[in-house]
């Protein structure tokens, strides 16, 4: 058979995880304020991983897209260390906080631009505005089958075989290739990367290709931003902690069995 | 028509409660506004329910009944109700963040060529332009956004738990057949089979004991089964939860997953262990009453919005507590 193409958008953010403490609100430039390295948004790390996974079973050339006002390749190259063929960065001024369906336009842009490919894999949300919308936007700019939230991925026949979840289990769908899968979680993680692996591919000496509006035919006035009123911080979450202390584990547990038969 | 418009969602063969709060949300624009309070129902045979829904007192029930519309297949549901959206002309649409409203919204939005807001907990109307404002959480729930989006309808998901369901009313809506235009060819997504699984009703436990990575292997849920055995005894529904990070890793599946992306919960205790506390952890689970922690971390998140918390490790403090609760039953 021959190698099927695959696209995974990659969308690099702020560690999502980042303890409460390094995050905070700036309300007047509207911005979330995360002091935390950026990473590869975690469920498009699932997508990438499944990406991987088809390539290792079948064959496939997995391309990395990652679209950004300014995209780190550092942070990226961690796709290509994983396995990855290609990586594209689309990267412009203009690019900047673009609302779903600017953003969904531009990777189509680019997508057509490549041409040529069987599945796009995207994660199934964004960890920094939480909007899941990009993916199934994209899929039908481009006209593709869209499934949405993909537990399971499998390549045949030219269709692509996805367990999908629904709250009573899954659904078995399947669709013509091309088409576009949005990912979730359940797929599993990103594989381990040595750091031998790692540091190797931010050593290569490679150059990432990087695509501006420009290179994508992109006219400016067509791109939109998100319309923020107001940015502000959540009610406040915390609790005044009573730790349990001890010596030993058995005497934080029994202080431990103490608060549950006190809440009985 | 400038309605507001609601797609209504049913659940084992009734009105699902998320589209009441949207009736409830919905009935109140539609009067702030002096404009008609409109509900599509989609399916094979919606009849009955197009009753109950119409007794919520919505001035029109619209019926979209099509023997492929049984069962929720994202082509034909969005393809009809794209076509109901191009006769209502409403202008606002309101749908679910349910898995239904979350795969249809965005393919709505890019059809009717408008702008969405997803998973939104707040809407208003601006008085000046009568556009929506749709408030919503990000970046996991570290911060609050308001937005504001061009283009017609005004369109947005809206998170469950929310909003007041509405109440049975005096009046009620007109039921309205509208025939979707819909055949086989327009389905690009087959379904094959629908496979049902045991899930945990992670929403019904009175106590939930939830897992992470910090449990560093698999077999650590089962020292988390002993836990909650021995509490069910005393605290009735006792379930298991964990992190997503804990579904990523293969260690137990999704249903169990609390949080953003997984279930909202508010149990009497939530007892957390090797779970750092990602915000899109901590949204789904700080509604519970009391939290305890356990963690090898003194300094991670989850302790910030504990009640109790435990530092050490869990094969040793959790065993001992099984065991001392034992003693004590």
């Known amino acids: 058979m021959k190698e099927i193409g695959i696209i995974v958008c990659a969308k690099q953010i702020p560690d999502p995880e980042a303890p409460l403490s390094d995050v905070s609100v700036n309300a007047e430039s509207k911005e979330v304020i995360v002091d935390a390295p950026q990473v590869i948004s975690p469920f498009d790390e699932n997508a990438l991983e499944v990406a991987i996974r088809l390539k290792e079973e079948i064959g496939a050339k997995v391309t990395v897209l990652s679209l950004g006002k300014k995209v780190s390749d550092t942070v990226l190259r961690k796709s290509l260390a994983a396995g990855a063929d290609e990586l594209i960065l689309l990267q412009d001024e203009a690019f900047e906080k673009l609302d779903s369906h600017s953003i969904a336009s531009a990777l189509a842009d680019a997508i057509r631009k490549i041409g040529e490919f069987d599945l796009v894999l995207t994660g199934r949300q964004a960890g920094d505005w939480d909007s899941g919308q990009v993916g199934l936007i994209l899929g039908e700019m481009l006209a593709l089958p869209c499934i949405n939230l993909a537990r399971e991925i499998k390549v045949g026949d030219g269709n692509v075989l996805v367990k999908k979840v629904i709250s009573e289990g899954y659904e078995q769908v399947r669709a013509k290739m091309p088409a576009l899968v949005t990912v979730s979680n359940e797929v599993g993680e990103l594989r381990y990367i040595s750091r031998t692996k790692m540091l190797k591919m931010l050593r290569g000496a490679g150059s990432i290709p990087s695509w501006n509006s420009e290179d994508l035919g992109i006219t400016l006035e067509t791109l939109e931003k998100m319309g923020i009123m107001v940015l502000s911080s959540p009610p406040d979450m915390r609790r005044d902690c009573e730790f349990l202390d001890g010596a030993t584990p058995d005497e934080k547990a029994d202080k431990l069995a103490a608060v549950f038969k006190a809440l009985r | ?329």
């Open chain 2, 1 to 329: 028509m400038n309605d507001v418009l609601i797609l209504g969602e049913v659940k084992e063969g009734s009105l699902d409660l998320r589209t009441l709060e949207l009736l409830g949300v919905g009935k109140k624009f539609a009067g702030d506004l002096g404009v008609g309070l409109s509900v599509v129902l989609m399916g094979d045979a919606v009849s009955t329910v197009a009753e109950q829904t119409a007794s919520y007192g919505p001035d029109r029930v619209y019926k979209l009944e099509h023997p492929l519309l049984k069962g929720f297949g994202a082509d034909l549901w969005l393809a009809s109700l794209q076509q109901a959206c191009k006769k209502i002309n409403p202008k606002i649409v309101l749908l679910s963040h349910s898995l239904i409203g979350m795969e249809l919204g965005p393919r709505l939005a890019c059809r009717l060529n408008t702008r969405l807001t997803t998973d939104c907990i707040d809407l208003s109307i601006d008085p000046e332009d009568g556009l929506l404002l749709r408030t919503k959480p990000v970046s996991g729930g570290n911060a609050i956004s308001v937005f504001k989006c061009p283009g017609e309808p005004q369109l947005a998901t809206v998170r469950a738990n929310v909003f007041d369901p509405a109440e049975a009313a005096d009046g009620k809506g007109e039921i309205v057949d509208m025939v979707p235009e819909i055949d086989e060819s327009m389905i690009m997504v087959e379904s094959i089979e629908v496979v049902k699984e045991e899930v945990v009703a992670l929403d019904k436990a009175d106590v939930v004991v939830a897992g992470g990575a910090g449990l560093g292997e698999e077999d650590g849920f089962e020292i988390l089964q002993d836990l909650s055995r021995v509490l069910s005894k005393s605290f009735g529904n006792v379930m298991i939860g964990c992190s997503r990070v804990a579904v990523d890793k293969g260690w137990i599946s999704s249903d169990h997953q609390v949080g953003l992306t997984g279930t909202m919960i508010s149990p009497d205790i939530y007892i957390s262990v090797g779970i750092s506390g990602a915000i899109q952890h901590l949204v789904g689970m700080i509604q519970s009453k009391k939290i305890i922690a356990i963690n090898t971390d003194p300094g991670c998140n989850m302790f910030k919005v504990a009640d109790y918390g435990v530092v050490g490790d869990y094969e040793k403090v959790v065993p001992a507590l099984v065991k001392r609760l034992e003693e004590l039953s």
